[in-house]
């Protein structure tokens, strides 16, 4: 079992930065890989970022591609996503993920453990 905590979200400018950060208990956080997900009002959810558990591979939606960078610290079972050049599209509730397995992955179904989620608000 996994638990996974989000923070960091809040409101910013557009333009502005935003780091959230996913911490995972358990000490088998490194056989996981992690994604980042977010929802907007009337929207499905999307992956935006995605890390293999070794973090060598990720993967990154093409809307964010250049302004996010998704990173983890296993050694503190802690993964990450820095956003920057923040627009009001993404405005959401973001949400981190784990998924067993070596690779990244980037559908939801793929992922077995969700955190509660923390709500980005970018005003324009």
């Known amino acids: 079992q996994v638990q996974l905590v989000e923070a960091g979200g809040g409101l910013v400018q557009a333009g502005g930065s935003l780091r959230l950060s996913c911490a995972a208990s358990g000490r088998t956080f490194s056989s996981y890989a992690m994604g980042w997900f977010r929802q907007a009002p009337g929207k499905e959810r999307e992956c935006v970022a995605a890390?293999?558990?070794?973090?060598?591979?990720?993967y990154y939606a093409d809307s964010v591609k250049g302004r996010f960078t998704i990173s983890r610290d296993n050694a503190k079972n802690t993964v990450y996503l820095q956003m920057n050049s923040l627009k009001p599209e993404d405005t959401a509730v973001y949400y981190c993920?784990?998924?067993?397995?070596?690779?990244?992955?980037?559908?939801?179904?793929?992922?077995?453990?969700w955190g509660q989620g923390t709500q980005v608000t970018v005003s324009s």
């Open positions: 993920a784990a998924a067993r397995g070596s690779t990244y992955y980037f559908l939801d179904r793929d992922y077995d453990y």
């Open positions: 890390i293999s558990r070794g973090g060598i591979n990720t």
